[in-house]
């Protein structure tokens, strides 16, 4: 059990009492954890959803607004038309991904803004028989 702190002495030199003689008694000795930095998810303010954002980080999830995910998401609807094996595809890719655009922009969630606009399809795909021809391959 921790003594008390004796009358008339100082709050802080009882605590500093406390602590050299712990250390004299090993106390501190093979602590967990002992010569490595501290995590760097430590914050100076408590957060009341640490674990959480703790348990996101280790699982590797992470949640983005919903507009910066739909941007994300047009960037790879992009990629993937351009890589894709037919006009076809081509043309489905990006109108799923013009729809999903547009609906952002006309009933905008809260959040910093999209920064999009529907792809022009004519344009990836000429874009796409460009890098097809290049490649050496026809569709």
Known sequence: MTERKPPGVGFESW???????????????RLPGAGRPLPRDVETTYDELWWVKRK??????????????LRKEAEDALEAALAAPSERIVRKILTEINGRIRDM????????????KPYDVEDVVRQWRERRAAGGSDA
């Open 56 to 69: 996101m980080a280790r699982e590797g999830i992470s949640v983005l607004p919903p507009t910066l995910a």
């Open 15 to 29: 605590v500093d009492k406390q602590i050299r003689d712990a250390e004299s008694r090993g106390e501190f000795d």
């Open 105 to 116: 922009m006309f009933k905008p969630p809260p959040g910093p803004p999209l920064g999009k």
